[in-house]
């Protein structure tokens, strides 16, 4: 799997950029927010830590 950030400092450029990649999505692009992607690293890095049952 390849990642690519992409930085866009025009909205509606942006926009475009999306829109153009939304119809890739079938062919197996996917879309993730820079921010919502360090939320999944931080995410996966504690699933090796033990839990603790919350009763």
């Not at 866009?8 to 062919?27: C, N, S, T």
């Not at 879309?31 to 939320?39: G, P, R």
């Given at each position: 799997m390849h990642s690519i950030a992409?930085?866009?400092?025009d909205d509606?450029?942006?926009k475009q950029?999306?829109?153009w990649l939304e119809h890739l999505?079938?062919?197996?692009v996917e879309i993730v927010s820079i921010e919502?992607?360090?939320d999944l690293?931080?995410?996966?890095a504690t699933r090796q830590?033990?839990?603790s049952a919350f009763e």
């Amino acid at each position: 799997m390849h990642s690519i950030a992409i930085n866009i400092k025009d909205d509606q450029l942006a926009k475009q950029v999306i829109w153009w990649l939304e119809h890739l999505k079938e062919d197996g692009v996917e879309i993730v927010s820079i921010e919502d992607l360090e939320d999944l690293k931080a995410l996966q890095a504690t699933r090796q830590e033990p839990c603790s049952a919350f009763e």
